[in-house]
């Protein structure tokens, strides 16, 4: 059994050699992986937070932009249809100084003409005057020379009706 104990049992400095052997292993583990390791997750960790916070930030920026260009976009719809609207009341307004210009304009060649037409009455009544009279002095003329009785008043009467009716 000696031997047995000695395989079992044991011993104070062996067991204080595998502890002391346990520490060296784990503070040289610890200094020269563990804490690289931990500094290269943690950097890595910064990374990624950094890049979450850039992403949110383009987001942000995104949508900010998507808003001004909305309310851009709805300024030029609203310029847009305002100028519409102006070129609609001055094409209107335009339209109807034209209308007026045209009427204004048709009316003075009416009164024109109508100037003109009573114009040419009244020159025609005067040369229709002035044949008259001078039909009647020819008649008058014809009449002071001869004697009337009823069938030479009654030839010149026709005579007159004849010429008035050429003329």
């Keep these: 059994m000696g ?3 000695a395989l079992v049992g044991v011993n104070f400095w062996t067991a204080l050699f595998v502890l002391l052997n346990t520490l060296a292993i784990y ?5 020269y992986l563990t804490d690289p390791v931990t500094k290269i997750i943690a950097k890595r960790q910064k990374e ?7 992403a949110e930030q383009a987001e942000g920026e995104a949508l900010a932009m998507r808003e001004e ?9 609203d310029e847009a249809s305002a100028i519409v609207k102006t070129a609609t009341v001055r094409a209107t307004a335009r339209t109807e100084e034209m209308m007026t210009a045209a009427r204004a ?3 003075a060649l009416k009164t024109k003409a109508d100037q003109e037409i009573e114009s040419e009455r009244r020159k025609a009544a005067g040369e229709l005057k002035n044949d ?3 039909l009647v002095l020819d008649i008058a003329g014809k009449v002071v020379e001869k ?14 009706i004849s010429r008035v009716g050429d003329e």
């Design 69 to 77: 260009c909305e309310k851009r976009l709805s300024g030029a719809r």
């Design 3 to 5: 031997q047995f104990e």
């Design 105 to 107: 304009e048709v009316a």
């Design 27 to 31: 503070f040289v583990a610890k200094k």
């Design 48 to 54: 990624i937070e950094d890049t979450y916070e850039k």
């Design 132 to 134: 008259i009279s001078e």
């Design 147 to 160: 004697e009337l009785d009823a069938s030479t008043h009654k030839s010149l009467i026709d005579d007159f």
